[in-house]
């Protein structure tokens, strides 16, 4: 069912233009972040807790203090910093991010002690600072490893959450994933929603869930930047003004249209008449103004929803350069695809993708979603003309597992990896009923900001 909301206020705050800042390496100790969610007891296998985005790795700081070379492997220490507990983890949420390569090429994460897989988590060309969010299961031992194919990189990583793993307690605030049909709760390009935000300005956007606001943790959402006028980036956090995140989440060129998932959480408050309400916010840091589109693919929230499942190493179920899964795809064509066996069964109802574009002859956009309904007006990738452009799908499958890729226009090849799977609660037979809403007041915003970075 739809959601409703209001545009919040936009707010100025002091930000610089420098997408990425500060340094960890995997011998650090632990960054400074909320302490890791108390046991509580409960089975929690698969369950999400979110965390504030904090860094735990920047291979520009003095503890590596160099890019790293093709083909060399970086191993990243995730439990016990950022607020990842110890131990008890199955996979981490990483927004992945390169700036400064020499060459085109790509970064994989998966990990540490698996084989290399045949899969990529994020792409580039020459000069380019990009990011992708990617969930990479965590070896026994609390690590995962990135892996540069090609040339020379910086990399940044920034966790914003993570998978429980078996366990017979659950960490406080440890939540099931509900997935929803994608819906616009952002567009500033329309005259009633914007105008564009304007440079190191943020704005607050409420939702009103009814009776399950109470109860939601952190939303997935697809946030896209169009047209912004200089380099730049957007960050979105719970909307506290007083503990905005060092770290970004999408990266953009001039003029270049941009989208990256976020699994951002939030703020929970009262309407002035009483009515619990969810926040988050969007900063644009950069010089310019930029348009910002935000779609709401899903929520993380209390109840009996769904639960991740790791396919452990990522698995390429398409590639149409070489006719897996399906076929190259021409302009306003759709291709269905079945998963197979080794990423899907008879409990799952989405599977958490890396979906890339591969060399498109025009500008066009492409959309991924479940075979059986409607296709959204929302996309998932936006590549320019011969752009190689990732971003994460978490994508809903029929009851035999297929699920539609939409491409508009041009021909584009297209490659899906998989990192896992979201399957019914052990308490559910059938798939959670969808969250719903009704119209929220805007958040006004009046207190002094710190700066983003």
């Given at each position: ?16 233009s ?12 632990p ?75 790509n970064?994989v ?9 045949n ?80 440079a ?20 997935a959402v ?46 929970h ?13 969007v ?19 209390k ?8 396919a ?79 971003n994460m ?32 609660s ?28």
């Open positions: 069912m739809r959601r409703s909301v209001i545009t919040g206020l936009s707010a100025a705050l002091v930000l610089t420098a997408g990425v800042g500060g340094a960890l390496t995997a011998s650090a100790a960054a400074a972040a909320p302490a890791a969610p108390a046991a509580t007891t409960g089975v929690a296998d698969g369950t999400f807790v979110s965390l504030k985005p904090t860094r735990l790795l920047d291979t520009r700081g003095a503890s590596l203090g160099r890019k790293l070379n093709a083909k060399e492997i970086y191993n990243l220490k995730v439990n016990g910093r950022g607020g990842v507990p110890s131990s008890g983890v199955l996979a981490v949420v990483l927004n992945l991010t390169v700036t400064g390569p020499t060459q085109a090429g970064i994460a998966y990990p540490k002690g698996a084989a290399v897989p899969a990529s988590s994020l792409n580039f060309v020459a000069g380019d600072t990009r990011a992708n969010l990617v969930t990479v299961p965590v070896s026994s031992d609390g690590y995962v490893s990135i892996r540069n194919a090609v040339g020379q990189t910086h990399v940044i990583a920034d966790v914003q959450g993570y998978y429980v793993g078996s366990t017979t307690t659950a960490p406080a605030g440890a939540v099931d994933y509900f997935p929803d049909d994608p819906w616009r709760v952002l567009d500033t390009r329309k005259a009633a929603e914007g105008p564009a935000l304007a190191h300005t943020y704005t607050v956007q409420s939702i009103d869930y009814g009776a399950d606001t109470a109860d939601i943790a952190a939303l697809n946030v896209t930047a169009v047209r912004p006028a200089t380099a730049g980036f957007l960050n979105a956090w719970n909307g506290d003004e007083n503990a905005i995140p060092n770290t970004s989440n999408l990266n953009f060129a001039a003029g270049a249209t941009t989208s990256n998932m976020v699994l951002v959480p939030v703020t408050r009262l309407d002035t008449d009483g009515t619990p309400l969810i926040d988050f916010a900063g644009n840091s950069s010089n310019g103004t930029v348009d910002v589109v935000v779609d709401v693919v899903g929520v993380y929230a109840g009996d929803g769904l639960r991740f499942r790791s452990g190493s990522p698995k390429r179920i398409v590639d149409t350069r070489t006719s897996v899964g399906t076929t190259k795809l021409g302009p306003a064509t759709t291709r269905t695809v079945t998963a197979p066996s080794t990423v899907a069964n008879a409990s799952t109802i989405a599977l958490v993708t890396n979906a890339t574009a591969v060399g498109p002859t025009v500008a066009t956009y492409l959309t991924l979603w479940e075979t059986g309904i409607t296709r959204s007006s929302s996309s998932n990738l936006n590549p320019a003309a011969g752009q190689t452009v990732a799908a978490m994508v809903g499958i029929n009851d035999v597992n297929k699920f539609n890729i939409y491409n508009n226009s041009g021909t584009t090849n297209v490659i899906v990896d998989v990192a896992g799977r979201f399957d019914l052990p308490n559910l037979a059938t798939a959670p009923t969808a969250f719903s809403g009704s119209t929220a007041a805007p958040k006004a915003s009046t207190a002094q900001v710190a700066p983003l970075h």
